[in-house]
C-alpha cells in the first residue's frame, strides 16, 4: 500500500486546514488509517485514528474537538478536517495504515501497529 499525505500549509492561529491521504496498491477498505505528526525535536505523536469501516475514531486529547478524522473507501482516501488551529500543532503530519485486530483506543494509537506510512505533509501554524 502505498500512501501520500497532501493539504498542508501556512495557516493563521484560529484557522483551517482539511489533510487528505489518498491510497493505492492495496484493499484501502480493509484498513484502520490514522494520522501522526512530528514537531520540530519532539517525538511522533499520535493524531487521530479511524477504523476500517469508518463506524469507530479516537482523538489525541490535544486535538479532540477540533479535528474531526473521516474516510471515504470508495475513493480510497482518508482526511483530516483541523479547526482552530494553534501555533502547538505545527508539525509535518503522516498518514498511516495498518491492520488492527482490536478495536480498543490502545491499539489504535500505537504507531507500531501502523504498517504503511506515507511521506508527511508540513503544516504551519503562525501566531
Known amino acids: 500500500v502505498q500512501l501520500q499525505a497532501f493539504g498542508g500549509g501556512l495557516v493563521q492561529a484560529g484557522g483551517s486546514l482539511r489533510l487528505s491521504c489518498v491510497a493505492s496498491?492495496?484493499?484501502?477498505?480493509?484498513?484502520?488509517m490514522a494520522w501522526f505528526r512530528q514537531a520540530p525535536g519532539k517525538e511522533r505523536e499520535f493524531v487521530a485514528a479511524?477504523?476500517?469501516?469508518?463506524?469507530?475514531?479516537y482523538y489525541a486529547t490535544s486535538v479532540g474537538g477540533r479535528f474531526t478524522i473521516s474516510r471515504d473507501n470508495a475513493g480510497n482516501r482518508v482526511y483530516l478536517q483541523m479547526n482552530s488551529l494553534q501555533p502547538e500543532d505545527t508539525a509535518v503530519y503522516s498518514c498511516?495504515?495498518?491492520?488492527?485486530?482490536?478495536?480498543?483506543?490502545?491499539?489504535?494509537?500505537?504507531?507500531?501497529?501502523?504498517?504503511?506510512w506515507g511521506k508527511g505533509t508540513l503544516v504551519t501554524v503562525s501566531s
Open positions: 479511524i477504523s476500517w469501516s469508518g463506524g469507530t475514531s
Open positions: 496498491g492495496g484493499t484501502f477498505s480493509s484498513y484502520a
Open positions: 498511516a495504515a495498518g491492520i488492527i485486530a482490536f478495536n480498543a483506543r490502545s491499539y489504535y494509537t500505537r504507531y507500531d501497529k501502523y504498517t504503511y
